[in-house]
């Protein structure tokens, strides 16, 4: 066994588990830190409005990107099920169509990002006032969208072997990358949110470029080979029954939160800025708990793949009981420094103000993601994601939207943190149908 793998299938699940999770989570931090940097260089040594054009585009730049991270979702499960039976030579064909589909993938979000950005940004209200740097912003980052989905789809497939680290160590480099770019861009040559996308793009270069080295020098079963890259007929349909509802799901979310982000444009550039201030800081909270949720993902692959689904069972137990715990601890430390935290993105009393508004409501209730994150995780791990989107799709965004067009429109409750009620609303009653559906799943496979 390399290095820089972990057998998921056998010994004591905990150590193993947090020994996936903390490099994901130290790789999240530091891409959270730096995508931080972003908006602190921005709206400090831009203005108010250049936050707002950068935090405006997140939730259209979540629905398109999440759909192909859906499909790098069924990649990771694919090969953690063949690594987990000893199919060698299956995960090596995986490893290949892998890359072939990231690389499709990423030159139609070009094409889709670059054509209909500032449609997009049109029909979810975006501030006229910001339209123009939004718009500018968006059709720079969709440039560089294939280096973002090769590095994301090799990453995953590392993560299904239980390598961590190496992405860790690359997202280090890419993120210095990044920040100093930044700084040169913004404050030396005054290219306001250009810098900042442009800077974006080349450090996801650097990434891709990383990953497909390390893949290329990977031992047996998870080398790349660039006179193998094909698409594999056997092996497509695994990775589109397991990732294509992940996509779908993906956007379903993101969609919900265009809504919202809709809602919350309506209320002008400063509210728009703390919004997308708060959604920062919150990045900190749900990256930890998530890094939980894609490790119950890998360690259910290999042990579906192993059979052994006591061992399953048991995983779920212990990932949502540690999910729950730093949800809990992170949630409300984060909430505590809020204002602190936030006065790093702006010196605006309204924006940070506004941020804390919805701070108040999201961080305190937080844990309930998590738990609902490791669910459907543990759920597309043993093979199943079709009863996730669904799932996903009534009890999480058909409650937002809902929540959105019926409750939120009247008078007394239209007001900017009522906004964000919808969430926790969702996150409960999404969890309590995913639970009983992995309950019913596991029934089922054990017969």
Same mark, same amino acid.
């Given at each position: 066994m390399?290095?820089?793998?972990?057998?998921?299938?056998?010994?004591?699940?905990?150590?193993?588990?947090?020994?996936?999770?903390?490099?994901?989570?130290l790789?999240?931090?530091?891409q959270?830190?730096?995508?931080?940097?972003?908006?602190?260089?921005?709206?400090?040594y831009?203005?108010?409005?250049?936050?707002?054009?950068?935090?405006?585009t997140?939730s259209?730049?979540?629905l398109?990107v999440?759909?192909?991270?859906?499909?790098?979702i069924?990649?990771?499960?694919v090969?953690?099920?063949?690594?987990?039976?000893?199919?060698k030579?299956?995960?090596?064909?995986?490893?290949h169509?892998t890359?072939?589909l990231?690389?499709?993938?990423?030159?139609?979000?070009?094409?889709?990002g670059?054509?209909?950005?500032?449609q997009i940004?049109?029909?979810?209200?975006?501030?006229?006032?910001?339209?123009?740097?939004?718009?500018?912003?968006?059709?720079?980052?969709?440039?560089?969208?294939?280096?973002?989905?090769?590095?994301?789809?090799?990453?995953?497939?590392?993560?299904?072997?239980?390598?961590t680290?190496?992405p860790?160590?690359?997202?280090l480099?890419?993120?210095?990358?990044?920040?100093?770019?930044?700084?040169?861009?913004?404050?030396?040559?005054h290219?306001?949110?250009?810098?900042?996308?442009f800077?974006?793009?080349?450090?996801?270069?650097f990434?891709?470029?990383?990953?497909?080295?390390?893949?290329?020098?990977?031992?047996?079963?998870?080398?790349?080979?660039?006179r193998?890259?094909?698409?594999?007929?056997?092996?497509?349909?695994?990775?589109?029954?397991i990732?294509?509802?992940?996509?779908?799901?993906?956007m379903?979310?993101s969609?919900?939160?265009?809504?919202?982000?809709?809602s919350?444009?309506?209320?002008?550039?400063?509210?728009?800025?703390?919004?997308?201030a708060?959604?920062?800081?919150?990045?900190?909270?749900?990256?930890?708990?998530?890094?939980?949720?894609?490790?119950?993902?890998?360690?259910?692959?290999?042990?579906m793949?192993?059979?052994?689904?006591?061992?399953i069972?048991?995983?779920?137990?212990?990932?949502?009981?540690?999910?729950?715990?730093?949800?809990?601890?992170l949630g409300?430390?984060a909430?505590?420094?809020?204002?602190?935290?936030?006065?790093?993105?702006?010196?605006?009393?309204?924006?940070?103000? *506004?941020?804390?508004?919805?701070?108040?409501?999201?961080?305190?209730?937080?844990?309930?993601?998590?738990?609902?994150?490791?669910?459907?995780?543990?759920?597309?791990?043993v093979?199943?994601?079709?009863?996730?989107?669904?799932?996903?799709?009534?009890? *999480?965004?058909?409650?937002?939207?809902?929540?959105?067009?019926t409750?939120?429109q009247?008078?007394?409750?239209?007001?900017?943190?009522?906004i964000?009620?919808?969430y926790?609303?969702?996150?409960v009653?999404?969890?309590?149908?995913?639970?009983v559906?992995f309950?019913?799943?596991?029934?089922?496979?054990?017969k």
């Amino acid at each position: 066994m390399s290095r820089h793998q972990i057998d998921m299938t056998s010994g004591a699940i905990f150590p193993k588990l947090v020994k996936f999770s903390v490099p994901l989570i130290l790789s999240s931090v530091l891409q959270l830190l730096f995508n931080a940097a972003d908006v602190i260089v921005v709206g400090r040594y831009a203005g108010d409005n250049s936050l707002a054009a950068v935090g405006s585009t997140s939730s259209m730049v979540n629905l398109l990107v999440n759909f192909f991270l859906g499909l790098g979702i069924g990649c990771n499960v694919v090969a953690a099920n063949f690594l987990g039976a000893g199919q060698k030579n299956y995960v090596n064909r995986t490893v290949h169509t892998t890359m072939v589909l990231s690389v499709i993938g990423g030159i139609l979000l070009t094409l889709v990002g670059i054509a209909f950005s500032k449609q997009i940004l049109i029909l979810m209200a975006s501030p006229e006032d910001v339209l123009p740097l939004s718009t500018l912003y968006l059709k720079i980052f969709f440039g560089g969208t294939t280096a973002t989905l090769v590095y994301n789809f090799g990453a995953a497939l590392l993560r299904a072997k239980g390598d961590t680290k190496r992405p860790l160590y690359i997202l280090l480099i890419a993120g210095l990358i990044n920040v100093v770019l930044n700084l040169i861009f913004v404050i030396c040559f005054h290219m306001d949110v250009a810098g900042v996308a442009f800077a974006t793009v080349l450090s996801q270069v650097f990434s891709a470029l990383s990953v497909v080295y390390i893949l290329c020098h990977e031992d047996e079963e998870f080398r790349l080979d660039f006179r193998r890259l094909r698409i594999d007929r056997e092996i497509l349909p695994r990775i589109i029954k397991i990732g294509l509802p992940a996509g779908f799901q993906g956007m379903l979310f993101s969609f919900s939160n265009m809504i919202i982000q809709s809602s919350v444009n309506s209320f002008g550039a400063v509210m728009v800025a703390g919004n997308a201030a708060a959604q920062s800081i919150e990045g900190f909270v749900y990256i930890s708990m998530n890094s939980f949720a894609q490790g119950t993902l890998t360690f259910a692959g290999q042990n579906m793949g192993a059979h052994k689904f006591d061992r399953i069972k048991q995983l779920v137990v212990i990932a949502e009981l540690v999910v729950t715990v730093v949800g809990f601890v992170l949630g409300f430390t984060a909430l505590f420094l809020g204002r602190t935290l936030l006065g790093f993105y702006s010196e605006s009393a309204g924006v940070v103000d *506004a941020g804390m508004l919805r701070l108040n409501v999201i961080l305190f209730t937080y844990f309930t993601c998590g738990m609902m994150d490791c669910m459907a995780s543990a759920i597309r791990g043993v093979g199943h994601s079709v009863m996730p989107m669904i799932v996903t799709l009534v009890g *999480a965004c058909g409650l937002r939207m809902v929540y959105i067009f019926t409750f939120f429109q009247i008078p007394r409750f239209h007001a900017f943190q009522s906004i964000f009620y919808s969430y926790p609303i969702s996150w409960v009653v999404t969890f309590i149908f995913l639970t009983v559906s992995f309950l019913w799943i596991m029934k089922n496979i054990e017969k």
